[in-house]
């Protein structure tokens, strides 16, 4: 039984370490030329993904009451979630987490835009807070075009890119882990849970 575990174990490792290769065309809210090609085991496997398209407009506006009536408690969480990540020393995993990622990812002709804002000029400025050390870091990098802006006026998320991009899962699967098991994740989880009681 024992034996069997091993193998079990050892051919996951050896199946997480194969590189997993993806080409990629996304935007949003728009859709329609979104698409993934990955590709795995040297080959082996090769498949391309097409993603669902948005919702159309005529039923995303038979939702407004039901965000006004939540709108409040749907703010003072969003305002607790931002205080705890505006503290310095989640600032500071955080950007460390997405440094070691980008490290990690094999990267050819990446583009990439985005524009993010949260609706209020002061949520947004708190969430910048935490975004803006790392979009400055992810637009010097060499071999990638990457740019992320705040919206101060609109609650808005807009994104296009495209490129070419190679990961180990078990790099990533460690990185995620080493993130989510440390002290700082765990004090930051506690914070929330507790303030949202």
């Known amino acids: 039984m024992l034996t069997v575990l091993a193998v079990l174990l050892l051919s996951m ?6 590189p997993v290769a993806a080409d990629f065309k996304v935007s949003w809210p728009e859709t329609s030329q979104n698409g993934v090609r990955l590709r795995w085991a040297f080959g082996l496997v090769d498949f391309r993904l097409s993603t669902p398209r948005s919702k159309s407009r005529s039923k995303q506006a ?3 009451s039901k965000k006004r009536r939540h709108s409040k408690r749907s703010t003072q969480k969003r305002q ?3 205080s705890v990540v505006r503290q310095r020393e989640v600032r500071q995993r955080m950007t460390r987490f997405a440094a070691d990622v980008w490290r990690a990812v094999r990267k050819e002709d990446v583009r990439l835009w ?3 804002g949260l609706g209020d000029p002061a949520d947004t400025g708190q969430l910048w ?3 803006g050390p790392v979009a400055g870091l992810l637009s010097n990098v060499e071999g990638a075009s990457i740019t992320i802006e705040p919206d101060f006026t609109n609650a808005n998320l807009e994104l296009d890119g495209s490129g070419s991009i190679q990961v180990i899962p078990l790099q990533l699967t460690y990185l995620v882990l080493a993130l ?3 002290p700082t994740a765990w004090r930051a989880m506690r914070q929330m849970s ?3 009681r």
């Open 129 to 131: 807070a935490v975004v």
């Open 80 to 82: 607790q979630a931002v």
């Open 114 to 116: 985005v524009c993010l």
């Open 194 to 196: 507790a303030s949202s």
């Open 180 to 182: 989510l098991l440390s």
């Open 62 to 64: 038979k939702k407004p």
């Open 13 to 18: 490792v050896v199946l997480l370490a194969l």
